[in-house]
């Protein structure tokens, strides 16, 4: 394995905006009470001033306060490593670069987006947030942040995961956050989930509806996303930015840049950067691919509309791929990728064609990552794998055409808390599950009519 690394003062001093950069204006997110264009305004009862600002912007660079950055030392920048064991494995003329976002101390790229929120909490004088964590990447990020800034974290966690998953529920706790099983009888969105169903097992979006609805509730408290939102991918550049300097130093560029998607933040984040204009290069820059799991195909099969970002509807609607917000997906490993829709802005790049989108099944996930274990040495987290498997089928193509490629792919997080999903791959125990067309279109006929302009079918 070759490592490119970057010294601290390197850690790059603005985040990279796409929304500068998109061929066509986003679509405006709507109130999702009146249907009429969100402003930020309508934002500032949930989120920080400052990020609402950020996610209005489309100023290309915005400075990272040296505050933030400072903190990002403690894991930034993180490596690019070339994967040439697994080359070797694949005997692929294709170079492989991975960029290890497993360094921070929570395991996963979101205490990049994490950090500066709560920076910004703090210096707003916000004294408690509230969020969603579906197997608690998130959660376990915003708690460590929380921890930093002596900012009191509540969490949402879905319930499968909070029964199944009670270690990162563990590292919550540890760093002071409070988590609760979504769904709760603490919030409606809640009690009117256990009604229906007292065995409910939750899912992002209901878990969304209860931290929006808490924090509405508290004069004190804001709510707080680790995905989807602008503001959200604007902080990610940093992972893309740092990979662009360190392929300078490894004297290469990517032909192809994967990521995994769950609401599309880390993809982003590393593939969105080589969209920003470089005097240094012309021609069309990488294609981007998008990996997702088959079991939440929101970008393969989801509909370009304007849909909620959770169950209740409580939030705005936003203009994206969607498989629905009522859609309750299989319970796949990757629980970090179980979200019904995706980031607007990849999904306006992906509607435009310059972003490419491929599904996979988590058997096929699971065994790219055992062998990526076996040569590079890295067990990495399921949602991540998915990603690899992406790189490793364009390792192929070019094993067969021979064609020597530069792949670039993003290693979102560890895999440390996943270790019983692999032993049920290792023992032959995991599903692949096929979702039917009658299944996703009774989800999908549970998006609101509304159809943003711009759209790959007519829009
Ligand atoms: C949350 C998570 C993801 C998916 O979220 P995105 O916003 O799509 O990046 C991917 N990988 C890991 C390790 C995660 O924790």
């Known amino acids: 394995m070759k490592k490119f690394l970057l010294n601290e ?51 290309r660079w915005i400075e990272i306060p040296h505050e933030v950055r400072d903190i990002y030392r403690m894991w930034r920048p993180s490596p690019l490593c070339r994967a040439e064991r697994l080359e070797r494995a694949l005997d692929t003329p294709a170079r492989i670069y991975f960029k ?6 929570a395991g996963s790229h979101k205490a990049n987006t994490a950090v500066p929120q709560l920076h910004y909490a703090a210096r707003e004088g916000v004294g408690r947030v509230t969020t969603e964590t579906g197997a608690g990447q998130w959660g ?15 969490v949402y966690m879905v319930k499968a995961s909070y029964e199944h998953k009670p270690y990162r529920r563990s590292l919550m706790h540890t760093w002071g956050a409070t988590v609760t099983a979504s769904p709760s009888a603490l919030t409606r969105a809640g009690r009117r989930a256990l ?40 902080h ?54 998008a990996a997702e799991p088959a079991a939440c195909p929101t970008l393969t099969r989801g509909r370009f509309g304007y849909d909620h970002p959770d169950t209740a509807g409580l939030g705005p609607l936003l203009p994206m791929r969607s498989l629905g917000s009522a859609f309750m997906p299989p319970p796949i490993h990757a629980g970090g990728l179980r979200f019904h829709g995706d980031a607007p802005a990849l999904c306006h790049l992906y509607e435009n064609g310059r972003v490419q989108a491929r599904a996979f099944e988590q058997n096929e996930v699971f065994a790219e990552a055992v062998r990526f274990a076996r040569t590079e040495g890295f067990v990495m987290a399921p949602e991540s794998a998915h990603a690899l498997k992406g790189a490793v089928e364009e390792a192929l193509v070019a094993r067969e055409t021979g064609q020597v490629q530069t792949i670039l792919f ?50």
């Open 140 to 154: 376990s990020a915003l708690a460590f942040a929380g921890a930093l800034f002596g900012i009191e974290v509540a």
């Open 236 to 289: 990610q550049s940093v992972i893309g930015l740092e990979a662009k300097r360190q392929l300078e130093i490894a004297e290469d560029y990517p032909d192809v840049v994967v990521g995994c998607v769950g609401g599309g933040s880390n993809f982003s984040g590393l593939a969105f950067p080589f969209l920003a204009p470089d005097p240094a290069r012309n021609g069309p820059g990488p294609r981007l691919v």
């Open 195 to 234: 009604e229906a169903d007292p065995d409910s097992p939750g899912s992002l979006g209901l878990a969304i509806s209860e931290a929006v609805e808490d924090a509405l509730g508290r004069p004190d408290t804001k709510f707080t996303l680790g995905s989807v939102m602008n503001h959200v991918v604007l």
């Open 9 to 59: 003062n390197e850690i790059p001093s603005h985040w990279y905006n796409v929304l500068a950069d998109l061929p066509t204006p986003l679509a405006p997110y709507l109130h999702p009470l009146t249907g009429a264009p969100l402003t930020p305004a309508d934002l500032e009862p949930l989120l920080g001033r400052e990020v609402i600002e950020q996610e209005f912007s489309t100023q």
């Open 100 to 105: 290890y976002e497993g360094t921070s101390p």
């Open 410 to 459: 993003g290693l979102s997080g560890h895999g440390h808390f996943d270790l019983a999903a692999f032993d049920a791959f290792l023992a032959g125990r995991l599903e692949d599950y096929a979702l039917s067309d009658e299944q996703i279109n009774a989800s999908l006929s549970t998006m609101p009519a509304l159809r943003p302009a711009g759209g790959r079918h007519g829009g």
